[in-house]
């Protein structure tokens, strides 16, 4: 029997239309509404099979919703819950998919406050499985399993909320790790938001002429930086203090590997090299 009637996702793009496809693949909800503002995406994201029903109109998509999660850009989310927030039925639980949280999920507990005084039914996610690629076409339905999703907890967060958060998030195949909406954007900052500031810097600072000389190792290592500039730009603005930290620190890196080249110094290039591969070697492939 399905867990739920109706799962309404808002923002049915490479996260939202895997949430979709992988609820109906487990059948986990009989209904699966997506949400968006693009027709064209809307359609696509039907005949693919990530959703069951489609409309324009937050307030249509969750009348009947038993959870819905906001997928859409980071700028967007804390208004979007709270629309969520005046059109949903009592009960109704809501979770969202953005890359930063402390100021968004203080502003969407602020905006269901008055509505929702006993039991705030809102609890921040981030699942950790994003791509380069955007849209419906690029869901998949196995995107979850095995990954994190961090649901982050708050001063105003009920319990009960939380547990079925991450439930949710389990069902779906991923391994739940719970964290303040403060502690989550001070790791991504080093583990996400960073990276993406190299990829993009070192794909900048490669000249135009020789990228046909580039291969596996400055593929790889720039891939991220295929991403939407727009949606980064958001993330990067939403989260800078932690960002310029992790920024910082890298520099101070880079700065002694200069160093050590421009001194010729075997040992301290070769001891930077090495801790640089035992941590990635940590993480396994």
Known sequence: MPRYQTVAIVGVGLIGGSIGLALRKRKLARAVVGIGRRRRSLAAALQLGCVTETTTSIARGVKQADLTIVCTPVE????????????????SL???????????????????????????????SHPIAGSEKTGPEASRADLFEGRVVVVTESEVSDHDVVATIEEFWQSLGATVVRMSPADHDAALA????????????????????????????????????????????????????????????????????????????????????????????????
Request: aromatic share 4%; hydrophobic share 45%; glycine share 6%.
């Open 94 to 124: 809501i979770t969202d998919a953005g890359s930063t949280k402390r100021d968004l999920v203080e502003r969407a507990e602020v905006a269901l406050a008055d509505r929702f005084v006993r039991r705030m039914p809102f609890v921040g």
């Open 76 to 91: 967007l989310i804390a208004a979007q819950v709270a629309e969520v927030g005046r059109h949903c039925p009592d009960g």
């Open 190 to 285: 080093r583990t996400s938001h960073l990276p993406h500031l190299v990829a993009s810097a070192l794909a900048v600072a490669t000249p135009a002429e020789v990228l046909p000389l580039t291969a596996g190792g400055w593929q790889d290592t720039t891939r991220i930086a295929a991403s939407d500039p727009d949606l980064w730009r958001q993330i990067f603005l939403a989260n800078p203090a932690h960002t310029l930290k992790a920024l910082a620190d890298f520099e101070t890196v880079l700065k002694s590997l200069r160093a050590a080249v421009e001194q010729a110094d075997a040992d301290r290039l070769t001891a930077l090299l090495a801790e640089g591969k035992r941590r990635r070697d940590a993480v396994g492939s």
